[in-house]
């Protein structure tokens, strides 16, 4: 009998996918669903960008050079330079999305059975690809209680192994807003050096820093032969369809050993080069404006979930996700409650359950991810629902205080 | 110390990138390289559907679904009508060129060690996608005597293990331009069945059939659950960069599988996707005029090259490729010649040695692959040098007749 892979059934579905079919049903009967259960932005992709596309004047579509065109990594360059990373055209591979850099550098550094090391709870389709790619990821775990600091170095110490190629993180962090500071990630350089260890830098929210200020991996000194960088036009742009990212790394052996990949898939698309091209000569200043924005969201949707009886969400110090401890028995049965069988005024919420992003068993059952990817107005009127849904679903597991126990009862 | 993985020391290079530095270095000279080597064809790609792009009026562009748009999907069952493929939108996964669609069935339907059998000469990268996937290429040999036609069922089964577990065909063929005829598709639903494989169909070329007419797998009734096909609108719509393909499949436990692995990557390029859903809007008549002067290249490739003294070139029944057996030592060595020691009229010709298209090592020595992706005189010019070239190559292997002697020498 025809059988699909083992890596196939291995393969971990979309955390979220399994909530759309509750979305749907609850769009259906008329209610409101916000989503702030997707990094999707709503920030406008800068209309300059989408232009470039608009006017190109291409005779023939054709493949691009394989690890992007020429003209448009010395235009990453400059970028680089604008935010401290000091890179040559030839260290930068632009990629499929930030998704392909990952694969490329997972196919590229790791054997099937090597570990890799993720600060948890991580994005969740590092699952995925490590999966595909037939490594183990060893999760070590950052709590809500630290707003999800770097775990101490002991703790990457435990699980260290022979078979520990390698550590990937993600800073700004998807799911948590998280950003580490230059301590962190002199910490992060100790034990890389210590064990000869990879660092996959995931930076995609790099530009989305509100608290203190973010550290690249490149701005760390005497470890350049271990970095591997993923980088992504997505939410810089806020062009996420347009799937256009990059490895850039200065290990001359692994970017030639990416490049075979990449070879190997002929050249990442050609149209978004176009714009992402263009949008390296976008001013300095654009970014203030998404950035107060999210800036904006942030304050909002922290203070609101904060003065939820029972509710602990800690002030996210870039991206655009925040993370929240809620006084409830199961994250995932609440989010599928929330489109089932709530809704306030005609409207409810969807949200990520945590346990998605968490790679230990069991944990992440009373937290949930919000992305504030929705206007001020929006993000008030969706915190109503969960103000409102918190008080009436029927497993909240906290004890409940005098003053609002009329209210829940 | 770092190392980089073995799937990475194992990867192949790109056959050809070894010549590239020739090539350069010849332009360098001055001297007009005319390029055979690459499938990057010189066909416009329609302006319309580029249009479709320049006037989109999206304000964010966002993720799509990660199938596809499922307008798009939509609009592809009415195009695969047209070709006697009857699919449903759900059945349709849209990727990101087909080389994606080979690495999501690969990993959808392959486990590490499992063997995959392809008839050589093949399309290089697939030994890539196999390499990143852990597995084994068998490949059993066409031969040029036949025109590449597809080797007998026997051949097959000879080298079929308990760790096969599918067959890739190309039809028509990259890199000999080989169509296989019904009844040689036949034959390989014929094997699959018997020994329950996958048939892995790329029919990126399908358009482009001039002798007889192409059979896809979807023609084949009785084996749906066989049926992966890998598609792609790179040389359908001359439209090689956009990076847009798809995986087709009837076998509903392989398409949710390959659903997560697009999850993964969360969706294919949206830019691409707004082009390539007003592609299908073009005429039927669209394909009457590239098709046509496909065939007039072909037809003067062919005739051009078997009036050469020594050589053999079948004349290949679809896509945009020629394989010639030359009267020479070592094709790797004959294209590198061309590029560094030879010139005619200042002009010359790059080549792709045969010997990267085949997996039994030693074979394609004296044979090339053409693309016939230039116009006619540029193709007669490229003619008069590998006529000129092969009179004067220092290893040219074939005794000599009397009439040319005098040139040679």
Request: one cysteine or more; a neutral charge; aromatic letters at 10%.
């Amino acid at each position: 009998m025809l059988q699909i892979s083992e890596r196939g059934r291995e393969m971990p579905p979309s955390p979220i996918r399994k909530l759309v079919p509750y979305a749907e049903a609850a769009k259906k009967k008329g209610i409101k669903v916000f989503h702030l259960n997707i990094g999707q932005p709503d920030i406008e992709t800068p209309p300059s960008i989408l232009d470039a596309v608009r006017k190109t004047d291409i005779r023939v579509l054709e493949y691009s050079h394989s690890a992007g065109n020429e003209s448009y990594r010395k235009k990453l360059v400059t970028y680089y330079k604008t935010v401290g990373i000091n890179v040559t055209a030839d260290e930068i591979l632009v990629t499929t999305g930030g998704s392909e850099a990952i694969m490329f550098g997972f196919f590229s550094c790791l054997n099937p059975g090597d570990e890799i090391i993720i600060p948890e709870p991580f994005y969740a389709n590092y699952n995925g690809f490590a999966v595909a790619a037939g490594v183990k990821v060893v999760p070590i775990t950052s709590t809500i209680d630290t707003g999800f600091a770097l775990p101490p170095i002991q703790d990457f110490e435990k699980v260290i192994t022979p078979k520990t190629k390698a550590i990937i993180i993600c800073s700004p962090n998807n799911p948590t807003g998280y950003l580490y500071s230059r301590q962190e990630m002199e910490d992060l350089k100790t034990i890389c050096l210590k064990h000869d260890l990879y660092l996959f830098s995931d930076e995609a929210y790099r530009e989305f820093s509100y608290s203190g200020e973010y550290t690249s991996a490149f701005h760390l000194t005497g470890m350049d032969e271990h970095i591997v960088l993923i980088d992504t036009i997505s939410k810089r742009y806020s062009a996420c369809g347009a799937r256009l990212g990059a490895l850039v790394t200065k290990n001359k052996e692994v970017y030639d050993v990416a490049m075979k990949f990449a070879q190997a898939r002929l050249s990442p698309p050609g149209l978004a080069q176009i714009m992402a091209e263009a949008a390296v000569d976008l001013p300095a200043s654009y970014f203030n404006k998404p950035k107060a924005e999210y800036l904006a969201r942030r304050d909002l949707l922290v203070k609101r979930l904060n003065a939820m009886p029972g509710v602990f969400c800690p002030n996210p110090g870039g991206a655009f996700y925040a993370m929240a401890r809620l006084p409830i028995d199961d994250s995932d049965k609440f989010c599928q409650w929330l489109l089932e069988s709530f809704s306030y005024q005609n409207q409810t919420v969807m949200l990520a359950p945590a346990t998605g992003f968490y790679g230990t068993s069991g944990l992440g059952k009373n937290e949930v991810r919000l992305a504030y990817v929705l206007n001020l107005n929006d993000i008030n009127d969706a915190m109503n629902c969960i103000e409102k849904a918190l008080e009436v679903y029927p497993d909240r597991t906290e004890v409940k205080t005098m003053e609002n126990a009329g209210v829940i009862l």
